[in-house]
């Protein structure tokens, strides 16, 4: 039971302000290990702000992060890098770099954060794209592949260094519903396979159903629920309840 597990990520009173604005406002949640924990709400509710703060790229100004009871406030700057060794990032535009292949493009992590030599590196490369059904894209430019296939190679980027924790952010957007089912599919199967423990952003239902074992609810910056995808079907909520009803977040804007 999730309960009795020490978190992985355990978010204590995280506020903030990005220019003007308060983005976040006492945000509290846990992440337990081996789970796939959604973060879902409306568009401009806050998602990506808390990603952004989990994985470093916003400090940590008001409140508490602790990643694998590493407390991120605390750390300096070589231990924040160990610590993002450990998380990969799948981010919402999955950017890959365009003028190199999709096996160079996953080769990336590991070149600058090992010292293996090349043919063992090759090897690994190979094993990721196997695991996202790549192989046979190995050799091609990010502009040969499809919609789909580029989340998945930006998907065998982010695992490219093995971390235990994944991050991503909406890595559905913009795909069809067959092709969205199979993503959802490797991502369980990082799950169950890898033991890797997943915090996912996405709007898409399906994928919610598919997939969450707990969800955190944002509205408006503020955590209005944390519990089991049940619980929060349970909990009477009206923002949870709309969310569902509608399908998606209000106001969602479309995404290509
Ligand atoms: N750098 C920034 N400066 C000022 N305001 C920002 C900045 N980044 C985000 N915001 C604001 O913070 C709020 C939350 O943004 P965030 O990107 O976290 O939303 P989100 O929940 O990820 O939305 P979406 O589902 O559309 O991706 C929005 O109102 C946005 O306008
Ligand atoms: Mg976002």
Partial sequence: MPSSQSPIIDVSHLSATLGERQVLTDVSFRVYPNQVTVILGSSGCGKTTVLKHLIGLYPIRSGQVRIMQQE??????????????????????????????????????LEQHTDLPPDVIQDLVRLKLKLVELEHAAHLLPSELSGGMRKRAALARAIAL????????????????????????????????????????????????????????????????????QEGLQSGIARIEEFFRKGKGEGMPTRS
């Fill in 72 to 109: 991120l406030a605390a750390l300096d700057e070589p231990q924040k890098q160990q610590l993002s060794l450990k998380m990969g990032v799948l981010f919402q535009n999955g950017a890959l770099l365009n003028s190199i292949t999709v096996a160079e493009n996953v080769a990336i992590p």
């Fill in 162 to 229: 093995d971390p235990p924790l994944l991050f991503c952010d909406e890595p559905s957007a913009g795909l069809d519903p067959i092709t969205m089912a199979a993503l959802d599919e490797l991502i369980l199967n990082l799950k169950h396979q890898l033991g890797m423990t997943i915090v996912l952003i996405t709007h898409e239902v399906p994928s919610i159903f598919r997939l969450a074992d707990r969800i955190i609810f944002l509205d408006a910056g503020r955590v209005v629920f944390e519990g089991t995808l």
